[in-house]
């Protein structure tokens, strides 16, 4: 079966160029769209798409707000957020509502295509680039908890090492070449990682690092 796909923005003529470059692909289809995140939310519940790509400034409801919405629903529905410019503010808060992750609307269409599989497959899309700036800039001035949380007490210090390469951006093949160990030991490690964090994916992952100070931004 094909991966089925929402399409949330308030521009036509880009909702048109997605869907022209998904439908392209056999694997993948664009089952309906909505112009708003209030469209989107009641869309989700109707048909349960696989994946959302979400725009995050649209008029009604924006991208954060009925990407949270979405994530706390019956459907195992994941949200690819898109936005304009790389170090806009209020991506990272679509990440800490639940999305598995972020593009530019000038990402190239193998990469669109590629980062729909990822995260499909139960993966997050994590860019080194972006990514990293966003949470540079606004987890700075966040204080670091004064004790460590439990979870990260239950991580070996291999485990820890992985979470701070995965905090960084790396690939599990990029992991696994730092670390000397072959790409299906990281994977092992990356899910043993998240199972111990009580989160759903590399992102997530990443922000829980951030915010609980084993990566400090600009190391």
């Not at 439908?23 to 769209?33: G, Y």
């Not at 009641?42 to 949270?68: F, H, N, Q, W, Y």
């Not at 139960?122 to 860019?127: E, Q, T, W």
């Not at 990260?152 to 995965?166: A, D, G, K």
């Amino acid at each position: 079966m094909p991966i089925t796909i929402l399409l949330v923005d308030d521009q036509e003529l880009m909702r048109m160029g997605l869907r022209m470059i998904i439908d392209a692909h056999p694997d993948l289809k664009v089952i309906s769209e909505a112009g708003n995140g209030r469209e989107a939310v009641d869309e989700v519940r109707r048909s349960c798409p696989d994946i959302v790509l979400m725009d995050v400034r649209m008029p009604v409801l924006d991208g954060i707000a009925a990407t949270k919405q979405i994530v706390k629903s019956h459907c195992d529905t994941r949200v690819l957020v898109m936005t304009t410019f790389d170090l806009d503010e209020h991506v990272l808060g679509a990440l800490q509502a639940g999305a598995s992750g972020f593009l530019l609307k000038d990402t190239p269409p193998e990469d669109l295509v590629s980062a729909i599989r990822v995260v499909a497959a139960g993966d997050a899309v994590v860019s080194p680039k972006i990514t990293r700036r966003l949470l540079d800039r606004f987890l700075a001035g966040e204080q670091v908890p004064s004790e460590e949380p439990q979870q990260l007490s239950l991580l070996t210090e291999r485990e820890r090492e992985v979470l701070e390469l995965v905090a960084a951006g790396l690939s599990n093949l990029e992991i696994g070449s730092t670390l000397h160990l072959s790409e299906a030991t990281v994977k092992t490690h990356v899910g043993r990682v998240l199972s111990k964090l009580g989160v759903r994916d590399r992102v997530q992952a990443v922000v829980f690092a951030y915010e609980n100070g084993l990566v400090r931004p600009g190391s």
